[in-house]
């Protein structure tokens, strides 16, 4: 027994809690067919307590008795019952002829109160669109934001997989290059070892750092033979800059005031990016892209067939 009164408490507070009564600028009225609907507060249908229809019915009433008292004086109940049915009808037509001119009068006024109350509804509708059009955009924009977040984070766990593959690039080229046996200047087997140990471990850019240093002070032809001086050379080359335009073409769709691109075009591989591309546009008149009919690892400024 406690249980079911517990059970029967906690239905009837779910019930009365999923009746809500309405808002205070709510009320409840009923319609013609006898349905409740909601409508804002202070609203009053124009034929609810309207002073135009109580007057009409006052002034309705007295001359109903003012017609039937002249009718018993001047005519007499007994003549008037005897009448033909086209005076009496004449007299029925002029007699009710000013009523119905009031009744015309008083739905003139309260079809014009109404009309007034449904445009001040519409009015009222507007603004709502208004802001439900507002609160859309504000939505729609905080989704593109959202949007925006999610692909950049995205982006930049790619871009961070793209960097660590143009470590190995650059570091291949850098093998191609500073390790060959005829380089007069070769690197030493620790050296390479540690540089290839810190692009493993946390700094993909260190082959990129080096090759901007062994290009900033060699000369124009050396520049040439660094990058384009073999067939191997070439295909390190080109891959690394097709895998880095690549990186920043996907930065356009999460990069709207170019902040990454700018950012990609600082880094060490950025700045090695543009330095292939100065020596594409610069490249000297004893070579050319493809022949490799010279000495790759001299480092004089003179091409030297082989």
Same mark, same amino acid.
């Given at each position: 027994?406690?249980?079911?009164?517990?059970?029967?408490?906690?239905?009837?507070?779910?019930?009365?809690?999923?009746?809500?009564?309405?808002?205070?600028?709510?009320?409840?009225?009923?319609?013609?067919?006898?349905?409740? %609907?909601?409508?804002?507060?202070?609203?009053?249908?124009?034929?609810?307590?309207?002073?135009?229809?109580?007057?009409?019915?006052?002034?309705?009433?007295?001359?109903?008795?003012?017609? /039937?008292?002249?009718?018993?004086? @001047?005519?007499?109940?007994?003549?008037?019952?005897?009448?033909?049915?086209?005076?009496?009808?004449?007299?029925?037509?002029?007699?009710?002829?000013?009523?119905?001119?009031?009744? *015309?009068?008083? /739905?003139?006024?309260?079809? %014009?109160?109404?009309?007034?109350?449904?445009?001040?509804?519409?009015?009222?509708?507007?603004? $709502?669109?208004?802001?439900?059009?507002?609160?859309?955009?504000?939505?729609? $924009?905080?989704?593109?934001?959202? $949007?925006? &977040?999610?692909?950049?984070?995205?982006?930049?766990?790619?871009? @961070?997989?793209?960097?660590?593959?143009?470590?190995?690039?650059?570091?291949?080229?850098?093998?191609?290059?500073?390790?060959?046996?005829?380089?007069?200047?070769?690197? #030493?087997?620790?050296?390479?070892?540690? *540089?290839?140990?810190?692009?493993?471990?946390?700094?993909?850019?260190?082959?990129?750092?080096?090759?901007?240093?062994?290009?900033?002070?060699?000369?124009? &032809?050396?520049?040439?033979?660094?990058?384009?001086?073999?067939?191997?050379?070439?295909? &390190?080359?080109?891959?690394?800059?097709?895998?880095?335009?690549?990186?920043?073409? !996907?930065?356009?769709?999460?990069?709207?005031?170019?902040?990454?691109?700018?950012?990609?075009?600082?880094?060490?591989? /950025?700045?090695?990016?543009?330095?292939?591309?100065?020596?594409?546009?610069?490249?000297?008149? $004893?070579?050319?892209?493809?022949?490799?009919?010279?000495?790759?690892?001299?480092?004089?400024?003179? !091409? @030297? #067939?082989?």
């Amino acid at each position: 027994m406690p249980e079911a009164a517990a059970d029967h408490s906690s239905n009837s507070k779910t019930d009365s809690e999923s009746v809500q009564p309405p808002s205070h600028d709510q009320e409840v009225v009923f319609d013609s067919a006898g349905l409740p %609907k909601m409508v804002p507060a202070g609203y009053r249908s124009p034929y609810d307590q309207d002073w135009r229809v109580l007057g009409g019915l006052a002034v309705t009433f007295v001359y109903l008795i003012l017609m /039937g008292l002249y009718i018993d004086s @001047e005519v007499g109940w007994a003549a008037f019952v005897t009448l033909q049915v086209e005076r009496m009808g004449s007299f029925l037509e002029g007699a009710f002829a000013p009523l119905a001119f009031l009744w *015309l009068v008083i /739905g003139y006024f309260l079809q %014009k109160k109404e009309l007034r109350q449904n445009t001040e509804a519409m009015k009222m509708q507007f603004v $709502e669109i208004q802001r439900s059009a507002e609160q859309a955009t504000v939505q729609a $924009e905080a989704t593109q934001r959202a $949007e925006l &977040h999610q692909r950049r984070e995205s982006y930049l766990k790619l871009a @961070e997989l793209v960097r660590t593959q143009l470590g190995y690039v650059v570091g291949l080229l850098y093998l191609s290059s500073q390790m060959a046996d005829r380089n007069e200047e070769k690197v #030493p087997a620790e050296r390479l070892a540690n *540089l290839w140990m810190v692009v493993g471990r946390d700094d993909p850019e260190a082959f990129s750092r080096e090759l901007l240093r062994i290009s900033t002070v060699s000369t124009l &032809h050396y520049r040439f033979k660094l990058f384009f001086g073999t067939e191997i050379r070439t295909r &390190h080359t080109t891959s690394f800059e097709h895998s880095f335009e690549r990186l920043l073409r !996907a930065a356009e769709s999460c990069d709207e005031d170019d902040m990454i691109r700018d950012a990609l075009m600082g880094s060490a591989h /950025g700045n090695l990016y543009r330095r292939i591309q100065t020596v594409r546009e610069t490249v000297p008149e $004893e070579f050319e892209i493809g022949v490799y009919n010279f000495d790759p690892d001299s480092r004089d400024g003179d !091409a @030297e #067939p082989l």
